[in-house]
Structures are given as C-alpha cells and as structure tokens.
DNA sequence: GGCCGCATGACAGTTGTGTGACAAATCCGC
DNA sequence: GCGGATTTGTCACACAACTGTCATGCGGCC
C-alpha cells in the first residue's frame, strides 16, 4: 500500500486531494501546515509528499528542504502560481516534480507511478556539519573528532545537534532541556552533566573546552 | 558535461531547443522524427531525451516505449497537447516527466536537473554494491562475503538492500519496518531479530559488527 | 571572603539491544 | 494435497549501556 502526505493549508483541498488519492488506491493523510507535515513524516514516513507552496508559518520551500534533509522520499509541488520561477526555485529545494491546481487526479497519480518507478535518490553521502576538528553528520548519527568517530549516546548526539543547528549562538538551559528532553520544567543541573559527558568526547582538553564553551549565567554555546 | 537528445519533427522548435539547452551549458543533439532519435540513442546514449508527441512515421508514445527498453534514460515529452490523457499515456509508457509548449528553458533545466538528481539510471545500472568484503547484487539477489555466495532469506534481503539503498545513514526501526515489512505499526524487536539473523551472515564476528552496525537509541546503519 | 554557578565522579534505576527457543506460516518437491 | 524443510514473527531473559540524581569541590564574581 502506498501511503502519501498531502501538507496543504487550505481545508477544503486538502480534503479533496485525501479522497481523490484514497480513491485512487492511496492510503492518504494530510497536514495543515508544514510543521505538522515534517513530524508526521518523520514519524511515520510515507511514500510520497504532495506539498503546498503557500503555507502559513513555515512556507513550503522551507518544508521541502527540510524534508529533503531527512528522507529521499519523492515530493511533488501542488501550488496555485505557474510561474517559472516558483518551479524553478521549489526543484532546486529538492521537490521532484511540480504541478499548477487545479490538478487532475488521474495525472498527479499517473506522475506519482512515474517517481516511484524511478526509484529512490542515488545514495547520496551524509550531510555533515564541520566544525574545526570536529564533524557531525545528523544522517549518518556520526560524531568525528580529529577524523576519528566517536561513541556519543543518543542524548548526548541529540544536545550536539540541538547545539550545532545553532551553532555559535547561546542557548539557555531551559531552552536545551525543552529542545532535547522535551521538558518544559526540571532540573537544569542535567544539562552540565550532559555537556560535561559530551566534552569529555568531543574536545581534545575537557577541562579546557574549545568547541562546546560555557557562557556563565547564559548557557552553552558550539563554536568553530 | 550533459548530453541532451532532442526528438522533435518541427525544424524550428528542434532548433530553438538545442540553442538554449547549449546556452544552458547542455550538449544537445537533434531527430527529426522517433527513428533517427532511437538510433542516435543506441549508438551514442545521451543523459536525458525530450521527446515530442506528435511525430511523423513511429510516434511518441511508441518512441517512449522503445527508448525505455533499451535504457533507462529520463525521457521528458515536450508537446504542445496539454490534455489529461495524453499525459497519462507518456507517463504510463515511461516518461518521466510532461512539459507542454511553450516551455520555458529555465523551468526545463531545473526538471531535467531533478531528474538526474533522482535517477538510478545514470549511476546504478549495474546495481552492485559494495561495502567491503561485503557485496550485494540487487539485481541478481545475491550477497556475497568475500567471495562467497552467502544463502539470505527474502527478508534479509530486503532488509540488507533498505539499508545498503541509505548506506552510511541511519534508519531507525519505524522507518525499517514501515519499508521492509510495509508495517505502519508493529513492534520493533522484529527488526532486531532480523539483524541478527543478517549479521549472523554477513558479517565476520557477528558479535562485533562492522558493516551493519547498530547505533543505540537510533537505529541500524550499514557502512564500508 | 562569601556567594553563586559550574564541573565532575559515583551510583542506582531504567532502558535498549542481542540472543536462543518456539510455534505459526510458508515454501517446495513429490 | 501432503509432509518435511525453511522461514518468519513472538517472547522472555540476560546483559550492557545509558540516564538522571546527588554530593562534593573548584573557581570566578561581586
């Protein structure tokens, strides 16, 4: 069963799409914003991504690329603006096909058989993130210091890569507990073991730290 | 450098097109009708074939479908009929993608680029992989250990070939049973199982992985 | 100097993973 | 169809790894 995610905005289409693609064999589910699409891929990927372009909060430019970063799964634009250079633009965020509403059914599904008979992406290699010595690749769940890879846990890859998206900024300890754990409350003692656990593997002298520094009062920051 | 073949009768249309795709920074060759465009294709295999629908003598559809048995090619139609069903006939015959006239060469460069990006046909129609000692045959549904042909069961095939399609990333659990077993639910240890039986075979010391590797918390991987 | 924030080591409880056993389902030659 | 062999999925258990809490001590800052 081929199962797709429709993220569009506006309730009535999305609605018909969902029952055109159930009609049509699909198993089918929608997401009314680009926040909540990207979740529900990442929980329970589906085989294709129709996605809006016009979508409030996060536009769906944005959502392809972050889509793109997780998954190879074929994602096809259905928007109301023809104009070359939307189309333009949401293939070189990674979209794989692009098409003007109205859409007819009969041929988004025809185009949906198309991309899945090509077959997923060419392995392409893991993103990585580099920072000095040290590189992170968030596909690969990999952590190398000096072009060694290191053993993180997952709590600890998780702060990394929380730290790494922001890289160079200051992030507080609440704002990491309720980024990594998901705590709205709780004690922030946590985070210095945590960050303390993670030096001890990612920096060449823990007790000096280079990348992942404290700002006293403030929080933790990853730098080059 | 990229080489495009243009099937298309209309003189005018054939030229214009191969002027922009060589502005485009494309190698761009010409047929005028579907039979000059296939013995191009044999002789000389471009990376990607725009086709037009109405042809004199063998038509498109026909052309798509030859062209598809030899080779793998992303085949775009350009075609001044913009109608459902043509569409869906193209696709279905094996296009990959449907453009109707006039096209606009910047949208056209972008398509052909997503194509590319996407298709198998360009890197892997040989469909062996390798990751050290360990080889896998996709096409011939074999996996060998240095050297020798190892007896996997289809699960761990199909397994083993999820894995190896995103070599170097992780896939977590859900998302191996989601593609594997088709299970949208299910429980995870199952996947577990099968690992061991797979590592039980492929691997030298099952108990030390080296290729298919666990990452705590995670999910499994399988690298060189 | 005293206070506060941070680093660190130890520890017990929890979670995640590997594995062997087993029964159901499937395959296969006859 | 039939019976044996293979494959598949479930379960339980053991073990190792990880997590969060706490206590202690250090060092900067007012």
Redesign the interface.
């Known amino acids: ?1 081929t ?1 797709v995610l429709v993220i569009e905005d506006d309730d009535r289409i999305r609605l018909a799409l969902l029952l055109a693609l159930e009609e049509e064999g699909y198993t089918a589910h929608g997401a009314a914003n680009a926040e909540e699409g990207l979740r529900r891929q990442r ?3 589906a085989d294709n991504v129709l996605v809006d372009l016009m979508l409030p909060g996060l536009d769906g430019f944005e959502c392809i690329r972050q889509l793109r970063r997780d998954d ?1 799964v ?1 994602i096809v634009v259905v928007s109301a603006r023809d104009d ?1 250079h939307d ?2 633009a949401a ?2 965020a990674g ?3 692009y098409l003007v509403k109205p859409v ?1 059914i ?2 988004l ?3 949906l ?3 899945r008979r ?6 392409t ?2 993103a990585v993130q580099v920072f000095g010595d040290l590189e992170i690749s968030a ?3 990999e952590v190398r210091r000096a072009g060694r890879t290191v053993a993180v ?3 600890e ?1 998780r702060l990394l890569c929380e730290l790494a998206q922001h890289a160079g900024k200051v992030l507080s300890r609440q704002q990491l507990l309720q980024r990594v754990w998901g705590y709205d409350t709780g004690d922030e003692r946590l985070v210095d073991v945590h960050v303390g656990r993670l030096r001890q593997k990612i920096e060449e002298d823990p007790g000096n730290p280079r990348h992942l520094v404290t700002l006293r009062g403030l929080g933790y920051k990853l730098q080059r």
């Open positions: 069963m199962a929980q329970d990927p190879d074929p070359t189309i333009v293939l070189e979209a794989d096909d007819a009969k041929e599904s025809a185009r058989r198309a991309l090509r077959g997923r992406a060419v392995v290699p893991a596909d690969a769940g846990t997952r709590t890859f």
